[in-house]
Each structure stands twice: as structure tokens, then as C-alpha cells.
């Protein structure tokens, strides 16, 4: 079953901007993971957080979670064209139940443009 | 070297036919997964193997049959291939199951069913 959907659908903004992605999902969570899909390619892992942690950082990027309110964030800073990307949220469901299965949002297109 | 590579890349094929999708990861993982991509970029789990062994298997159409002859090596065989079937299917690997572990995918494999 599907757990995070991303916000907005779709976000275009000129370099040097930040962009922010919004990431809700619906039962308690052991870790949120978000992941970037250049156009024709795999997903690659961006940043993985704890549920008991709130912030994390890695170079531009940054994540926070707000478990009580069951979202997450992802900050682009300073963005590159080449981040230009779709962006998933995945959280598995918390128990073993569901098999660990590691549940993908629909994503957020950024496009940033020069 | 490719941490997780499929073939073929790109696969048209009739309605009917019988076909298959090769998966290795060189990365020493335990666990395997399938997924597949919608044209909407939705992004679902197929299955999951740890250690050569059946661990999630989502509501997927029997004619989708996972085949693990070894830890490095996840297979897909699709009988009687169907329009709706028409996606791109990512393999991904990672050291464990579940949100601890980041997954590593692989570039993907476009199936078109004509």
C-alpha cells in the first residue's frame, strides 16, 4: 500500500533558488528515505532519517521530520540545473506485517532552470 | 563497475510472448527487489528477496514469477505478456530489509507490449 505523497506535483524554479518538497504519510514510520530520479535512470539515495530525529543535513541538502504531524521536507539550497530531477519520499510501514516493504510516493518534478 | 545492472535496457515485445529480466548486484547485499514505474512515475514494489528467499510478494499477477538462482542474481519472467504490463522495472539491492538500509537501484528496463 502506499504510504508517502509528495508535495508539490511539480516544481519549477531558476538556479541559485531554493526548492522545498513536502513528504505525508499515513502509519508510524522507522525511517523516512528520500531519493532523486534523473530523467531514464535509477534512483539514487539522497538521505535517510530516523524517526527519532527531527533535522539532517547532507551538503545542500536538507531533511526534517515531524512525526507528529507524520511529514517529512526536503530543502534544496543554491539549486544547479543539475538537480533537476524527481524527488520520492519512501518509509516502510513500521512492522514486520508488511515484510519491511520500502513504499515509494508519487514524487516531485523539479525543474531548475539557468 | 555497475553496482546493480539489468538487461535488457529497452524491451518490445507482442502481446502473449513470454519474456525475462536479468538483475546482478556486485555489492554483496542480501536482499533483492523488483519494481515497477508506472507511466505517472508511481514507483511499486513486486517483490523482495533476502538470501535467496521469498520475503514480500505484493498483489502482483501470477504471470510476474521472481527467480533467485543465487544471492547476486534476481530474475523476472513475465508469461503471457499483456498491454497493461507496458512499464519501466527497476531491480534495486540493498545489505538488509526494511527503511535502515538504503537501496541501490539499477538503471532500469523499459517494456513495451504491443
Known amino acids: 500500500s502506499q504510504q508517502g505523497e509528495e508535495d508539490p506535483q511539480a516544481l519549477s524554479i531558476q538556479e541559485g533558488e531554493n526548492a522545498t518538497m513536502n513528504c505525508s504519510y499515513k502509519t508510524s514510520i522507522n525511517n523516512l528515505q528520500w531519493y532523486r530520479q534523473n530523467s531514464g535512470r535509477g534512483l539514487v539515495h539522497l538521505i535517510l532519517i530516523r524517526s527519532n530525529e527531527r533535522e539532517k543535513h547532507s551538503g545542500r541538502l536538507r531533511v526534517t521530520l515531524d512525526t507528529s504531524k507524520k511529514s517529512s521536507s526536503l530543502l534544496i539550497t543554491a539549486s544547479r540545473a543539475a538537480d533537476t530531477a524527481s524527488y520520492f519520499c519512501a518509509t516502510d510501514a513500521g512492522d514486520s506485517n508488511s515484510g519491511y516493504a520500502l513504499n515509494f510516493g508519487k514524487g516531485t518534478s523539479l525543474l531548475v532552470t539557468p | 563497475d555497475t553496482a546493480v545492472s539489468q538487461t535488457p535496457k529497452y524491451l518490445v515485445t507482442q502481446m502473449g510472448n513470454d519474456k525475462s529480466i536479468k538483475c546482478e548486484q556486485n555489492?554483496?547485499?542480501?536482499?533483492m527487489y523488483w519494481y515497477k514505474q508506472d507511466s505517472k512515475k508511481f514507483l511499486k514494489i513486486m517483490f523482495s528477496?533476502?538470501?535467496?528467499?521469498?520475503?514480500i510478494n505484493e498483489t502482483v499477477p501470477n504471470r510476474f514469477s521472481p527467480k533467485s538462482p543465487d544471492k547476486a542474481h534476481l530474475n523476472l519472467h513475465i508469461n503471457s505478456l499483456e498491454l497493461g504490463d507496458s512499464a519501466v522495472y527497476f531491480c534495486?539491492?540493498?545489505?538488509?530489509?526494511?527503511?535502515?538500509?538504503?537501496?541501490?537501484f539499477g538503471p532500469g528496463t523499459r517494456l513495451t507490449v504491443t
Open positions: 528477496y533476502n538470501n535467496k528467499e521469498l520475503i
Open positions: 555489492l554483496g547485499h542480501d536482499t
Open positions: 534495486a539491492s540493498s545489505p538488509g530489509t526494511g527503511s535502515n538500509y538504503e537501496q541501490y
